[in-house]
């Protein structure tokens, strides 16, 4: 499986801090570790996307650190858009980790799959053994239900929709 990774949206959420408070290079280091030990015990294809409007080349800044790509977003473009761009581009073929709802519209019109950040959190500390960094041990994130309307035809059955996103996280 392919993940697109909003990187400063992960951040944020294994955190628990705002961004503006954190030194974001150490920061970013420190989750590319966790990566990559991810990537190491998942098998998992990770690509991680960060905002990089510093760059002066209209060209996203890519390279590849222990089997994890890492993208910084061009001059004029944020993360959000590249990760959009992504998902437009590889539809069913990726999924699309973050928080943001518009991120998680576009990828999901797209066919792909969104996966929100806090879940994608605790199954990576869970895959590395831990629990730690601050977040909830409540119930998992997969057992919540989406939808809050009554619905016709069997109440415990999930929809087509969450069936095939619940068969395709399967394997996060």
Not at 36 to 61: C, F, H, K, M
Not at 63 to 73: A, H, L, N, P, W
Not at 101 to 120: D, P
Not at 164 to 172: D, E, K, T
Request: include cysteine; hydrophobic fraction near 30%.
């Amino acid at each position: 499986m392919w993940l697109a990774i909003d990187g400063y949206n992960v951040i944020a959420t294994l955190t628990g801090e705002p961004l503006g408070r954190l030194d974001l290079e150490a920061e970013r280091d420190e989750l590319n570790q966790l990566l990559a030990r991810y990537r190491s015990a998942s098998r998992n294809r990770l690509t991680v996307v960060y905002d990089g409007g510093q760059i002066s080349s209209g060209e996203p800044r890519r390279y590849t650190d222990r089997g994890v790509e890492i993208i910084f977003s061009p001059l004029g473009r944020n993360a959000d858009q590249v990760l959009i761009h992504m998902a437009r581009r590889y539809g069913s073929g990726l999924t699309v980790v973050t928080s943001d709802r518009e991120v998680v519209g576009g990828s999901e019109k797209s066919g792909a799959v969104a996966l929100e950040s806090g879940e994608f959190c605790q199954r990576l500390l869970m895959v590395l053994g831990g629990g730690e960094d601050g977040l909830d041990e409540e119930e998992p994130v997969t057992a919540k239900r989406r939808h809050l309307t009554e619905k016709k035809g069997n109440p415990r059955k999930l929809s087509k929709k969450e069936r095939q996103r619940n068969r395709r996280l399967g394997s996060v």
